[in-house]
């Protein structure tokens, strides 16, 4: 009962500061405070999750290269040597030849980067959230099973994820678990994301590093070769909200169908017609 009172207590002051805030500010709508207590706002802006990432998503709509104009951007990142293979092998390195695979000194070069404050994507017009990078080397673990756990927490919020993840009594889940963990605590430790609850895993996926082949003996002298595979395990957290839809593009609904079906009935044409 006491912990009913204490919550509706820190509800009710978490009401009056919004209340003095608008009236430390007139310009801000009731709606726009409403909407930011709630969480629905883009972090930064007046604008809300939705609109947010429309803007976000028609980024990925196909361009040619020739109409494709790409805006400048601002930002330091060290140097990065050309002429030194980071697949973990010796030798020259080759801009064709295992150069294109995710490696952890790649993933791990992302944090390095540094944006100056406050700064606004052109392409969007938002600001850009807080990101951290994160990764787990040589996991033995089946690629393909840690691709479904990885496939279930996409796009959930970090705590959701955890939870999900908790009830899936798996290697993989269990792995994944422990990635989250550690990726959430070097958010807070590492680069002082204020709440890192607030982040939701925008990236999640395994590669598979190495194979190493062993051998079982069966019965009459029959010997099999194993293969025990490693993986590396990539995660990027992102602050804010995920998008609502898991896929690339938003799926239709029923309005949406039905336009695209009265289009297709309106270009229908009667073939050898004058």
Same mark, same amino acid.
């Given at each position: ?13 978490? *009401?009056?500061?919004?209340? @003095?805030?608008?009236?430390?500010? !007139?310009? #801000?709508?009731?709606? &726009? ?16 999750? %939705?609109? +947010?990432?429309?803007r976000r998503i028609q980024l ?16 330091? +990142?060290? %140097?990065?040597?050309l002429e030194k293979r980071h ?7 080759? !801009?064709?030849?295992? &150069? ?15 944006? !100056?404050?406050?700064? $606004? ?5 938002? !600001?850009?959230?807080?990101? $951290?990078?994160?990764?787990? %080397? ?6 393909? /099973? ?9 796009? @959930? ?18 792995? @994944?678990? &422990? $990635? ?13 994301? %204020? ?6 895993? +925008? ?5 598979? *590093? ?9 019965? /009459? ?33 029923g309005w949406d169908k039905m ?10 044409? #009667?073939?050898?017609?004058?």
């Amino acid at each position: 009962m006491l912990k009913q009172l204490g919550f509706l207590c820190m509800k009710m002051h978490s *009401c009056l500061e919004y209340s @003095l805030q608008l009236s430390a500010h !007139p310009s #801000i709508s009731l709606l &726009q405070i409403s909407q930011r207590y709630r969480g629905t706002l883009y972090p930064g802006t007046n604008v809300s999750v %939705e609109e +947010a990432w429309k803007r976000r998503i028609q980024l990925r709509q196909p361009k040619l290269q020739c109409d494709e104009q790409v805006q400048p951007k601002l930002y330091y +990142a060290p %140097e990065w040597d050309l002429e030194k293979r980071h697949d973990g092998e010796e030798g020259e390195a080759h !801009p064709m030849i295992g &150069q294109d695979v995710m490696t952890p000194e790649k993933w791990n070069y992302y944090n390095k980067i540094v944006w !100056p404050p406050n700064y $606004v994507s052109p392409e969007t017009g938002l !600001p850009l959230l807080r990101q $951290v990078y994160y990764c787990r %080397e040589s996991v033995h673990c089946s690629p393909k /099973r840690m691709f479904m756990a990885c496939h279930l927490v996409w796009r @959930l919020n970090i705590d959701e994820a955890l939870e999900q993840l908790k009830l899936q009594r798996k290697k993989a889940c269990m792995i @994944l678990r &422990q $990635v989250l963990t550690e990726a959430k605590k070097k958010a807070s430790e590492e680069f002082h994301v %204020e709440f890192p609850s607030d982040m939701h895993v +925008a990236e999640a996926f395994p590669i598979q *590093c190495q194979i190493v082949k062993g051998y079982r003996r069966h019965a /009459r002298e029959r010997i099999t070769v194993t293969r025990y595979r490693y993986i590396n395990i990539f995660v990027r957290l992102e602050e804010g909200d995920g998008p609502p839809m898991k896929k690339r593009w938003e799926p239709k609904n029923g309005w949406d169908k039905m336009k695209d079906y009265y289009k297709y009935l309106r270009e229908r044409c #009667i073939e050898y017609s004058i």
